[in-house]
Nanobody, 120 residues
Framework: QVQLVESGGGLVQAGGSLRLSCVASGGILSIFDMAWYRQVPGNQRELVAAITSGGSTNYVDSVKGRFSISRDNAKNTVYLQMNSLKPEDAAIYYC??????????????WGQGTQVTVSS
């Protein structure tokens, strides 16, 4: 059973930084794209950043130059370094991974989310 577990969320002042981590585990053969999404209650979930297995990245315009996504393939882990945080970045952040399991099943999995709060 594939599981994604996020960590690193919390409360930070505007202008501060946080680093989110997401570890995937459980019968994984390979991981394709990994991504971070965020959601504010009442709004749709928004793609923040994504990274391919080869390391190519893309970002939503609102975080370009402030956030950086990276991954450690040996550890099945994806990171989101968030700098110069703004109150509008506050949300629940979810990681997402496109995984092929050892049973050759392929699916997209989600973590449980980690809360990021930014005080002004």
């Amino acid at each position: 059973q594939v599981q994604l577990v996020e960590s690193g969320g919390g409360l930070v002042q505007a202008g501060g930084s946080l680093r989110l981590s997401c570890v995937a585990s459980g019968g994984i053969l390979s991981i394709f794209d990994m991504a971070w999404y965020r959601q504010v209650p009442g709004n749709q979930r928004e793609l923040v950043a994504a990274i391919t297995s080869g390391g190519s990245t893309n970002y939503v315009d609102s975080v370009k130059g402030r956030f950086s996504i990276s991954r450690d393939n040996a550890k099945n882990t994806v990171y989101l370094q968030m700098n110069s945080l703004k109150p509008e970045d506050a949300a629940i952040y979810y990681c997402n991974a496109d995984v092929r399991t050892i049973t050759w099943h392929r699916s997209v999995y989600w973590g449980q989310g980690t809360q990021v709060t930014v005080s002004s």
